[in-house]
Nanobody, 125 residues
Framework: QVQLVESGGGLVKAGGSLRLSCAAS????????MGWFRQAPGKERDIVAA????????YYADSVKGRFTISRDNGKNTVYLQMNSLKPEDTAVYYC??????????????????WGQGTQVTVSS
């Protein structure tokens, strides 16, 4: 059974930092793109960042460029999201996702086949 388990969410003041982790089990994703998405109440789930299987290609939503960094450790089957200079508008449930296609890059929710349960990030002003 494939599982993606996020951790590292919580409550932080504006300007603070959090580091999210997503540990995969049940299969390896070392040849697959992975991504982070977020969903605020009443809004759609949007991509935050994505990373290619080898970490050479990354993508960031405009709203997080320069503040968030996605990385991965294929040996640990884990992807990370370092979030700095957090703003109240970053408040959302953050989801980790994995693409089942090998060696590709994925940007949209429909391109991802495996999802974590989400972790809440709340940024207070």
């Amino acid at each position: 059974q494939v599982q993606l388990v996020e951790s590292g969410g919580g409550l932080v003041k504006a300007g603070g930092s959090l580091r999210l982790s997503c540990a995969a089990s049940g299969r390896t994703f070392s040849r697959n793109a992975m991504g982070w998405f977020r969903q605020a109440p009443g809004k759609e789930r949007d991509i935050v960042a994505a990373i290619s299987w080898d970490g050479r290609n990354t993508y960031y939503a405009d709203s997080v460029k320069g503040r968030f960094t996605i990385s991965r450790d294929n040996g640990k089957n884990t992807v990370y999201l370092q979030m700095n200079s957090l703003k109240p508008e970053d408040t959302a449930v953050y989801y980790c996702a994995a693409d089942s296609k090998a060696y590709g890059m994925a940007y949209a929710t429909y391109e991802y086949d495996y999802w974590g349960q989400g972790t809440q990030v709340t940024v207070s002003s």
